[in-house]
T-cell receptor, first 113, second 116 residues
Framework: GNSVTQMEGPVTLSEEAFLTINCTYT??????LFWYVQYPGEGLQLLLK?????DKGSNKGFEATYRKETTSFHLEKGSVQVSDSAVYFC????????????FGKGNQVVVIP | GAGVSQSPRYKVAKRGQDVALRCDPI?????LFWYQQALGQGPEFLTY????????KSGLPSDRFFAERPEGSVSTLKIQRTQQEDSAVYLC??????????????FGPGTRLTVL
């Protein structure tokens, strides 16, 4: 079936540090890939997306590249801010006609001033 | 414009009670989804509507869970005879029609259900 795997555990880092959150997926065909973010007390918001291989999604300084050869969609940001503290979810939308999103478990990111 | 809204935001139920959770999607959005998010986990798909038609209910965990969208707009997720394992955040999302194309799903703030 379709599934998403995110790296284990929370991520704690200092302001202006480089952030990477790993995401790999299993899917048939050519899924679309997403990163959603959940700020404290708020709902899930779309951060960025990529719909085909080698596409790069970007928003608010975050980037992720759809790598079909490694089935990955890692999230990166060059210089994090305290306001980036949130939970980040990787998700896929399969191309098999199934309209659901399949989510990873999420990663809590804490940015310390 | 207005986003997806859900009510109530918080619900406490005694085991065995029935609950009803409401979702108001973004106006004009044809597709509506319900997800269940357990503590510390990612959302898990429950069911999907296209207008008033429930096209996929394969994620509903038991026959105690029932969803409807009678007029193709507001949706209600009903849980009968609640159990402690039903405690979770229930998320509603809506999107433009997604037949053959991928449209962004916009999420509501969720309803946190606690079953005592």
């Amino acid at each position: 079936g379709n599934s998403v795997t995110q790296m284990e555990g929370p991520v704690t880092l200092s302001e202006e540090a480089f952030l990477t959150i790993n995401c790999t997926y299993t899917a048939t065909g050519y899924p679309s890939l997403f990163w959603y973010v959940q700020y404290p007390g708020e709902g899930l918001q779309l951060l960025l997306k990529a719909t085909k291989a080698d596409d790069k999604g970007s928003n608010k300084g975050f980037e992720a590249t759809y790598r079909k050869e490694t089935t990955s969609f890692h999230l990166e940001k060059g210089s994090v801010q305290v306001s980036d503290s949130a939970v980040y979810f990787c998700a896929l939308h399969a191309s098999d006609g199934n309209n659901r999103l399949a989510f990873g478990k999420g990663n809590q990111v804490v940015v310390i001033p | 414009g207005a986003g997806v809204s859900q009510s109530p935001r918080y619900k406490v139920a005694k085991r065995g009670q029935d609950v009803a959770l409401r979702c108001d999607p973004i106006s004009g959005h044809v597709s509506l989804f319900w997800y269940q998010q357990a503590l510390g986990q990612g959302p898990e798909f429950l069911t999907y509507f296209q207008n008033e038609a429930q096209l996929d209910k394969s994620g509903l965990p038991s026959d105690r869970f029932f969803a409807e969208r009678p007029e193709g707009s507001v949706s209600t997720l009903k849980i009968q005879r609640t159990q402690q394992e039903d405690s979770a955040v229930y998320l509603c999302a809506s999107s433009l029609y997604s037949g053959g194309a991928v449209y962004t799903q916009y999420f509501g703030p969720g309803t946190r259900l606690t079953v005592l």
